[in-house]
């Protein structure tokens, strides 16, 4: 187990890696886009972006600009171009907006998603399932930022029933912090809840013609005992597995949604970077973001591991 | 569980006691004191003044950091006056306009109580040169100072301070008549000597105006509280600028435009830093106009440049043509109502603006000088940021080029890398495009200079983008920038404007407006908009 | 050889596919959202039919300035404050349908079905795209196994462990610049190919990871196995053995794929990233109207609805044609905004060495 772990530890850090490489090389070869003309500002002569081309470092070898820059991420003297402020410092201001965005829609999605998913599979084929299959579908079928676009004019402009994002601290006032974010949760959960809707709903059919639930009825175990002991604890584990990968590349930042409800955490930071072409706050969200998902998927690869030894033997076997 | 629940009660009591209050003192007329509230739609980029290059940021420190001359505290013309600031009058300009002689007024602090010194301004200019600030360029002709940009080591040669007398003297490589403008700008607002060579925007330095940064952090909110050596000493120094009306100012950052407006109407805020964009324009402008709201002019040039160095923009009569097809009239519709139509250089407000029109839209007159010129390459790239409306504009243009019979090709391009990329020479297909400019100073040259002067074309950076280099014109531009800006100097900027224009390597289509739009608490009528640094955070005052 | 092989298993051949479409024939839902499907795609290939008949106007001509006889009445397309006029319906003989899409007065109707032919055209062809390169290279990685299986799956993590959102913007931003040079072929900056290829790259690994599964179990299969025994050449085991029996599951996955793409394309142009101007796309349209959701709300709306409908059939109909082909089928890819992962067990596989 030890060395599965080791393993997938080692993996993750190959393709973290990786990813810093890719993000770096994307931002190197826009045409023309040199930072220090940005920054020199207009009517710079050329010998002051020279100035600034030697002192940021900007005609090193790639490589080392890279190595200088990967130095700065993990010292925390990462300064972006635009501003030139402390990116660490901004990323950690943005958690608490994005940690709260994604926290409180992660609970709606996962309440809503199972109890649909539920009802529809103990009544499949029924009147109740195909309108909940329809409100399923539809909410996977919708542009989120769309969906958010229209939420923020009617119910906040033009009604004015919530109040325009804006994240509340929660320590400051907690009533507002939460009807802030009432209509954030809201529209982020509708695409997962008919996402999850819909996998609990098959993963429970599945369950449900599987041999030793029909023995379970067959004992004559009462429905709702079979259901509780046998099939929800069953068709659950997809839904745990997703929701761990979900989450992890949510807190890389709900880009369109914090950008559109104006929440100023880490997606709007991000957005607001990619804007502007400012390679360091960009490379360090990736790479936050990057490490998110890396890190929930191998939580899920080693809890899947520790329960199911087939998987930790064919490793080890190669 | 109950616990629990009477926090919250308390909290939210708390939280609503606090708005009882502010709406409370908000009732009361025409009083000193209490908290000004604001919101921009994003941080300014810098709110340190050695580094900040924005109307945005400028808005921010205007009454902050004082340069040793700085602008009237007024709206409109009145407001382009530069007046002496932590200096005791006006340069004395000797040595053929190359010697500049002031004086810093004595008894001077900062708001952390250290005196402020003469040798404290070679400093700040040395921490901005350092600092390879946006500003830099229009320092790099005093003595010493390119030296001094490349090497960061010694001093600036040319700056001669002496601390005893106060008298500061800087000795310029050429006559520069736009320089006492440029000691206007806060890039060389006074900061104590010593302060870090790095950007202080989120622990602003000390301050000499009326207010002091208190509270920052970049990206969502900063406050200001009166500076207590304003009412100490520096106030009774500076008489020519106001105190403010407000005690304490506290502005955030509201990315949504639509919420910032609304959070205004409700009295959520007192004041919005952000022009309203074209959706909601007209229903603001027809409910508060006069109450809350007051249309604002900016000293702006918007316009289509053509680059008179290729094929089929080197000749003149196409370039004619586009002036006559190019309609004003349509652009200021597609700005809904926030542009007004100019077809000149020089915008209103700017010294030396005689309003002209050499090409009044005649679409068919255009069509008939194409034909004459019978350009042979007539395939053509059309460059344009990718803000609205420009970008409509710029599909507006597109759409008129197509008509005149040209094969044009749009390019939208994100608004922040748009100057590097249409200034560097090695881009392809740069044949004709958008552009704005807003004046860093009220002074004529700074329209010409950089965007008309064949002098100022360099490989990148470049922001004569008709790439224009007519000698004659070159010269002009530099000899009326030998003397200080008086009456004569202005009747030739004006001519100049015309000759440009006769030249047509634009087209130009419009001037910007902005507007001012406050909450019920605030006293509009006394609000000031100044053409360089916009709302003059000391004109708010609570009703 | 081949053809014994696959009738040998019976999991292919004729008996399984007409089978499939009896079933898809007596799936009501699934049917009806094939024909939404195909009335929207009617309606976008009318799009030069309206223009040039009815409306008279293009999809990129301004009309800023002029004025349309609506019902007898003289009224302006966009008014002096700038606001577009809205749906006139027939009152202009079908001129100005839905409305002007902005100050720039051009035809909201025209532009929906030019729109929506782009929107249509970059899903498919870059579906085609995911669909090809996941196939190919689920194929190899299950097939050779080892390190070539090693390499690939660890390529498909990079790109997964990107935010999908914040890569695809990256590419997109850089793209639009400056334009692709790959080999003798330049994609300028405005090219709608680069939407194209961005989207089809991004989306490769929930494509490619549940099909490598399938891979991986069928190599195992004895009919590979004895294929392999009478030395049958690899490329042949691997495209005439193993992909005959994956059709099935590949087909409905290009389904619904089709439709994650249309969302992906629709958020980076809303961006800015994807169908760059003056060109529409449903996405672009959405920003465009967005600009004027206050005083408009139409034009947000109704480019959005034509994206929620479309997506809509291609998922309902996608599941159908998974329960008709697939039904006993593990493995799925859901339409889902390329924010998340296929389905557990499979990511799984995906990840382990």
Redesign the interface.
Known sequence: MARFVVRRLIGMVAVLFAVSVLTFLVFNVIPNSDPAQRMAGRAAKPELIATINEEWGFEDPLPQQYLTMMGKVFSGDLVSYKGRENVEERIVEGIPATVSLCLGAAVIWLFFGILFGYLSAVRAGGLLDRGLTVLAVTGISMPVFWLAAIFLNYLTYKTEIFPSGEYVEFTTDPLEWANHLILPWITLAILYVGFYSRVLRSSMLDVMNEDYVRTARAKGLSERRVMSRHVMRNSLIPIVTLFGLDFGALLGGAILIEAIFSLNGVGQYAYESLQSLDLPPIMAIVLYGAFFVVLLNTLVDIAYAYLDPRIRLGTSAQ | MRKLGLALLVLALAGGSTLGLAACGSSSGGKEGGTLTGSYASFPEYLDPALAYSTESWTAIYDTYLPLLTYAHASGAAGSKVIPGLAVGLPKISNGGKTYTLTLRKGLKYSDGTPVKASDFPASVERMLALESGGSSFYTSIVGAEKFAETKQGNVSGIKADDKTGKIVVDLTAPRGTFSNELAMPFVALLPKGTPVKNLTADPPPATGPYEIVKSEPGRAWSYERNPQWTNANGKLMPEIPGGHVNKIELKVVGNDSTQVSEVERGKTDWMQTAISADLYPKVKEKYEGTQFRVEPTVSTYYFWMNTTKPPFDDLKVRQAVNYAVNPAALERIYAGTLSALHQVLPPGMPGHKPFDLYPHDMAKAKKMIAEADPSDRDITVWTDNESPNNEAGEYYQGVLQELGFNAKFKEINAENYAPLVGNESTPDLDTGWFDWFEDYPHPNDFFQLQLSGESIQPTSNYNLARIDDPTLNKKITELNEQPLGPQQEAGYAELDREYMEQAPWAPYGTLTTSTFVSSAIDLDKVIYNPTFGNDLTSFQLK | MAPESIAATGLAGAGPWRLGLRRLRSNRVALASLGLFALIVVFVLAAPLWADHVAETGP???H??QKIEVDGEKRDV?N????PIGPVWLGAGGKFFLGAD???GRDEMVRLMYGGRTSLFIGIVSGLLTTALATLLALLSGYFR?WTDTVIS?AM??I????????A???G??L???GLQIGPLHL???SIWIPILIIGVVMVPYMARPIRGEVLSLREKEFVESAIAQGAGTVRIMFSEILPNLISTIIVFFTLNI?ANM?LE??LS???VGV???NASW?TM?ATG??????A?LL??IP?TM??LT??SL??FG?GLRDALDPKSKV?F????G???P???E??GG???
């Open positions: 990129n001509k301004t800023t300035l966009v002096p404050e700038g606001k902005s100050r720039l080892g660890r993590d990079v997964w462990a990107f935010p999908v959102l914040l890569f913007i990256a590419l931003l850089v639009a610049v400056g300028s900056g405005g439709a969302l629709s958020a809303f961006l800015g760059q101007a003056p996405g959405i967005n600009n004027l959701i206050s005083s709300p947000t709306i959005g994206i929620l997506v809509l998922n309902v599941d799925r859901e339409a889902h905004s924010l998340s992962a389905e557990g067990s990511t799984i990840l382990t060495p």
